[in-house]
Every structure is written in structure tokens, then in C-alpha cells.
């Protein structure tokens, strides 16, 4: 019996001991899990070898056939210039690799003897002229740039001379047409072929139907990068409205527009959009040869009196920029507001009265050579443009604020253009689509729009067409800008507002403008 309790008494000990002991492993797994870090996996973010681009109206991948500006946005990307513009308006080599001027009419332009043509041939000089006789017939968007080009003489493979009729400023800027194959047009008329031509570029065409074209990256291209995207997917829709909604539906990534209300179509959220100053420059011009107006303090009145805040507001709803001078859509040789303008309505009557007007009979007038003169002013505008004709009223209400008396002349297309032709107008509403150069005689040089004369300014204008030294050339803008500043030739009101539209998914440096959509691409990548 004792025996039995003996070994009940050890038994029940062991099993105390058992529990016991797991009890303590249970508690100290328990606190090593509360002090232990918590590890959470990383979601891994696919990168996508591929952008998606929505374009509307395609008409032809031939850049020199097609007429719609976003086509050869894309196909810059395929097909390459002798000369390119960088992101602030330079020039920059891309298959010429020197472009020299011999004389005022005279250009040697050299190549580069490893560039190859995408089915492995060599680019060569008869390319260039090719290209450049295409043009001259006159069918192409790019044909203005060859306009002033008399001949093309082939030195060697590698070597053309340019010869012009007349001298040009900024002639390398005529030289950003895209060149196309002379050996794949042998046989046939380059305007009536099917053939889809072979570029030089960064991407090459895999595909294209009428659905659209698939881009591959160009494995053979001269510039060896890290390109992070291997196709660009081009979808061809009807219209833009069919593009907005793809965009939407998340069908595509990116696509360009100038459209001013793009919110009212895809809403705010969801994308990014970046928006850049338009070729599209609406101005003030002033007749110099008016008495009043060549008068310099009546010009700078008039610049005082002109809200242009309230112009962009009324007339484009703020989807513009206010606009000073026509290099201001971020050319490098234009310092951001160099020509900046203050409406205040008093300094302009200050300044009429420092110059010895008078304000009688509700109208400012001053005897200049023995004869009466009023500030009284026709202003003409094209009449079936609404955007001109609306600035052209303001205009009138704000110039006679500080008593400068304003008709309007409304005018038809035919009559808008004899003005243009005969400078016979007082002040006009007038407007230009800016080329990429720095090139001014339209406002200032010879026969200039405003019948404007200035020794220095002419000479100035003379020198920089035949300047190569960057820091000189910005010297000298700098004075002419500083003549323009003080003499106000004529008036800057806005300029046009473009943007491109992307996914939040696209990722990289996109920063374009009017030349390109594509600066960096090598970098982009969609996650």
C-alpha cells in the first residue's frame, strides 16, 4: 500500500514537472514573438516594356507626306533631321555631324559614315538631296524649309553643299526635316508609293495596319542607351473624342492635345498633364509711320493701358500665356520676362503728359510740326476670328480708360491680308505661328510688319544671323531686347497653350515642347 502511494506521488510529480516546463517554452515563445520585427513582404512593381499612344486622323507614317502634327510627333522616333532642336530651342547635330557656313548663301553639311538605314544600308550624301528635291515639289509641311534652297551639290558620300537664292538667319534651324531613303525610292514616285519608309531612329516600324503600328527599338541604332521601353503601341482612332475615352478607359497612356478644356473630356483625377507655351503668337502690331504712334511715349502709354491679365482671362480663359515677344515660348536666347509690361492705367497718362500731350476736349492731342494731332486710332482685326475679335474690343475699352480714342475695323480675310500686304493700318490685331529659330525681321528687320526703323536694331539683326559664339549671340540679344524694351516696337498680348496628357503609371523626365513629346524617352518606363 505504501509502495503504491510511493509511486502515484512520483508519477503525479513527473507530470507537475511536464507541465510545468511546457508551460515556461509556451511563455518564452510568446514574448520572442512579441519582440520579434514584423517582416512584410515588398510588392514587387512590373515594369511594362511597352507604351500605348493615342492618335487621331492618322493620314500616313511618310513624314514628309503627312499633314498631322501629332503623326510626326511620332514619327520622330523612327525618322531623324540633319539637325534637331533641344528642350530650350538649340540647335544640336543629330545625322549631320557639322553643318559650316562658307558664305552667306553657301552651307557644307557633313555626315556621319556609320549611320545606318534600318535595313542595314548606309546613310549617305545623295539622301540629303533626295529629301531636299522631295520638298522643293512642294507637297510637304516641311517644304517652307527647303523654300530658299536653290540647289544641293554631293561632294563626296558623306559631304553636300547647300546653295540658297537668298541669305536666311538661323538657316541651320530650315535643316530639322526628317530624311528619308534616296535608294528606296529608286524606282517610284516617293508621293504615290505604298511602301512604308525605313528611318534611322531609335525605334523602327514592326507592324502597321489600319488598327495602327507597333514600334520596336531599333537594336542597330548609332547611339547606344539603356532604353528601358521595347515597343510603342500607336492605336489610329477616328477622332480625339474616341482618344479621351480609350485614355479613360485606361487603353492607352498618352496622347497630345491643344485642347483648352481637356477636364470637360477625361475629368482632373487620375493623370498627369503637362502643359507648355504654343507656337501661336498674337500681338499689337503698331504702324511706325503713323505721326502719333511713332511718337515713343504714345507706344508706351499704350502698353500701360493694356491689361493683358484681363485679356487672357476674357479671351482664352486663362488656357494661354501672357505673351511679351516672340521668343518667349522658351527660346534659350529669351530671358524669362525680360519685356515684362505693368498695366497701370495713371503712369500711362503720366507718361502722355511728360511728353507734352495734352488732355482737352475729352481727346489727348499735341502740336507737332504746326499741325493739331489726337490720339485717335483705327484698329483693325480679322473679323471670323472670335479669339482676335473679342481681344479687339477690350482693347478699345481699355484704351479709352485713359482717353485714346479707338474704331474699330472689322474686316474680311481678303481685306485682312491687304493690310498685312500695304502696312497701311494704324494699330492691328495680328498673329504668327513662331518657327523654332530666333529669327526676327518679320517684327524688326527690312520691311518689317510695323514699318519700324532702327539703325542699330537693323544691324544687330544682321550680325546675329551670321553669329556662331553663343555667348555673343546672347550678348547682342540682350541689347536688342533692351532696345525693344524702351522702344516698344509693337505689342506682345498672348500666346497659345499646348499640353500631352499622361498615365500616373508612366514614369521618367517628360518635359516637352513644340518640337518634341520625346526628350529622354530612353528613360520612361510604365509600371
Excluded at 473630356?265 to 493623370?271: D, S
Excluded at 485713359?402 to 480675310?413: D, H, P, S
Aim: charged share 25%; glycine share 6%; net charge negative.
Amino acid at each position: 500500500m505504501k509502495s503504491n502511494l510511493l509511486k502515484y506521488g512520483f508519477i503525479i510529480i513527473i507530470v507537475g514537472l511536464l507541465f510545468y516546463g511546457t508551460y515556461v517554452i509556451y511563455q518564452n515563445n510568446q514574448e520572442q514573438e512579441e519582440t520579434a520585427p514584423t517582416v512584410v513582404e515588398e510588392a514587387v512593381v512590373t515594369e511594362k516594356k511597352n507604351l500605348r499612344i493615342g492618335l487621331a486622323e492618322f493620314d500616313n507614317i511618310n513624314p514628309l507626306i503627312s499633314k498631322n502634327k501629332e503623326v510626326l510627333q511620332v514619327a520622330s522616333l523612327v525618322y531623324e533631321p540633319l539637325v534637331k532642336v533641344t528642350e530650350d530651342y538649340q540647335i544640336e547635330m543629330c545625322l549631320a555631324k557639322e553643318v559650316s557656313k562658307v558664305d552667306s548663301t553657301t552651307y557644307i553639311v557633313k555626315i556621319d559614315n556609320q549611320t545606318r538605314w534600318q535595313d542595314n544600308t548606309p546613310f549617305v550624301a545623295k539622301d540629303i538631296q533626295f529629301t531636299i528635291d522631295r520638298l522643293k515639289e512642294g507637297k510637304s509641311i516641311y517644304s517652307y524649309n527647303v523654300e530658299a534652297v536653290s540647289s544641293v551639290e554631293i561632294v563626296d558620300a558623306s559631304t553636300v553643299k547647300i546653295y540658297l537664292n537668298y541669305p536666311v538667319s538661323f538657316f541651320e534651324y530650315n535643316l530639322t526635316f526628317p530624311i528619308l531613303s534616296n535608294n528606296q525610292y529608286l524606282n517610284e514616285d516617293m508621293y504615290a508609293s505604298t511602301q512604308t519608309p525605313i528611318g534611322t531612329g531609335m525605334f523602327k516600324i514592326g507592324t502597321i495596319d489600319s488598327a495602327g503600328i507597333e514600334l520596336v527599338r531599333n537594336e542597330s541604332y548609332r547611339i547606344k542607351e539603356n532604353t528601358n521601353l521595347e515597343k510603342i503601341n500607336i492605336y489610329f482612332f477616328s477622332s480625339m473624342g474616341e482618344v479621351y475615352n480609350s485614355f479613360k478607359m485606361g487603353n492607352i497612356d498618352f496622347f497630345g492635345t491643344k485642347n483648352k478644356e481637356i477636364e470637360t473630356y477625361i475629368g482632373t483625377m487620375g493623370y498627369t498633364k503637362k502643359e507648355y507655351k504654343g507656337r501661336e503668337f498674337d500681338f499689337l502690331a503698331i504702324n511706325h509711320e503713323n505721326t502719333a504712334l511713332n511718337c515713343t511715349e504714345v507706344r508706351q502709354a499704350i502698353q500701360y493701358a493694356i491689361d493683358k491679365n484681363n485679356l487672357l482671362s476674357s479671351v482664352l480663359n486663362n488656357k494661354g500665356y501672357v505673351a511679351e515677344f516672340p521668343l518667349d515660348f522658351g527660346c534659350y536666347l529669351y530671358s524669362e520676362n525680360a519685356l515684362q509690361s505693368t498695366y497701370d492705367t495713371e503712369k500711362a497718362k503720366q507718361t502722355l503728359e511728360d511728353g507734352g500731350w495734352e488732355y482737352k476736349n475729352n481727346r489727348w492731342q499735341k502740336v507737332i510740326d504746326h499741325r493739331t494731332v489726337r490720339l485717335d486710332f483705327d484698329l483693325v482685326v480679322w473679323k471670323d476670328n472670335g479669339e482676335r475679335l473679342k481681344a479687339a474690343e477690350i482693347l478699345k475699352e481699355q484704351l479709352e480708360a485713359i482717353g485714346i480714342k479707338i474704331t474699330l475695323r472689322e474686316v474680311n480675310n481678303d481685306q485682312y491680308n491687304r493690310y498685312l500686304q500695304n502696312r497701311n493700318y494704324d494699330l492691328m490685331i495680328s498673329g504668327v505661328y513662331n518657327s523654332y529659330s530666333p529669327e526676327l525681321e518679320y517684327f524688326l528687320g527690312e520691311g518689317n510688319i510695323n514699318n519700324y526703323s532702327n539703325e542699330e536694331v537693323k544691324t544687330l539683326l544682321s550680325e546675329m544671323g551670321n553669329i556662331t559664339d553663343q555667348n555673343l549671340l546672347q550678348e547682342k540679344m540682350k541689347r536688342l531686347l533692351e532696345i525693344c524694351k524702351q522702344e516698344i516696337p509693337f505689342i506682345g498680348l498672348y500666346r497659345s497653350q499646348n499640353q500631352i496628357v499622361y498615365s500616373t503609371s508612366l514614369i521618367g523626365d517628360i518635359t516637352p515642347n513644340n518640337y518634341s513629346y520625346f526628350y529622354h524617352i530612353n528613360g520612361w518606363v510604365r509600371r
